[in-house]
């Protein structure tokens, strides 16, 4: 099977410019998750979905930040404008299971994001 | 509110050498409590999980991890690392997560 696949791998924009994250999730997974990775702050829980549907974007920085769920294939997470602090590696997960209590989780590899 | 401290950010140990990861956590009910090890340019990948019953839980690649209530800890242990343990590790409370501990391994 294949496991949750994310593009780009890297992504170089400059600041000001909109960036787009991409993510398919497990197939029959029905709940996903974006993460931000950087040194100082860890791993960050940006947003999730379960059935395609927001539940929580608590964690999401502000409002240049936005993700959707179209369908259950595929996510996206849109920076606009992008600006230099947001250089970090996001990561999508997914997981069976309806929430946070923590079904175990399934990464994708990554998208490294450098915002000149 | 869900919190997971990991206190060391780095740990270096020989190889042959054993291994322990502090991993305290904050939450209001019984916890569902995870490993997962991260290595360079990868996702993360799951070590181990408690959820309930024995406090001592077994994992992939030789780990154990021990939950102790009284402590809100669930440190990860290993009795002899090998070079290739070289990498991050993440302690998690559901889907919140630790900072991670980066372990290097002395030849």
């Known amino acids: 099977d294949a496991g949750v696949i994310q593009s780009p791998r890297h992504e170089v924009t400059e600041m000001g410019q909109e960036v787009t994250l991409r993510c398919k999730p497990i197939s029959g997974h029905n709940s996903l998750f974006w993460y931000r990775q950087t040194m100082m702050r860890g791993l960050e829980l940006l947003i999730y979905?379960?059935?395609?549907?927001?539940?929580?974007d608590s964690g999401m920085p502000e409002d240049r930040f936005s993700a959707k769920m179209p369908n259950a294939s595929f996510s996206t997470l849109k920076i606009q404008p992008s600006e230099p602090r947001d250089s970090a590696v996001y990561f999508c997960?997914?997981?069976?299971?309806?929430?946070?209590?923590?079904?175990?989780?399934?990464f994708g590899s990554g998208t490294q994001l450098s915002v000149l | 509110a869900q919190s997971v401290t990991q206190p060391d950010i780095h740990i270096t140990v020989s190889e042959g050498a054993s291994l322990e990861l502090r991993c305290n956590y904050s939450y209001g009910a019984t916890p569902y409590l995870f490993w997962y090890v991260q290595s360079p340019g990868q996702g993360l990948q799951l070590l181990l999980k408690y959820f309930s019953g024995d406090t001592l839980v077994q994992g992939i690649k030789g780990f154990e991890a021990e939950f102790k209530r009284s402590q809100s800890s669930f440190n990860l242990r290993k009795p002899s690392v090998h070079w290739s343990d070289a990498a991050e590790y993440f302690c998690a409370v559901g889907v919140i997560f630790g900072k991670g501990t980066r372990l290097h391994i002395l030849p």
């Open positions: 997960a997914s997981t069976m299971g309806g929430g946070r209590a923590g079904e175990k989780l399934f």
């Open positions: 979905f379960n059935n395609n549907v927001p539940i929580d």
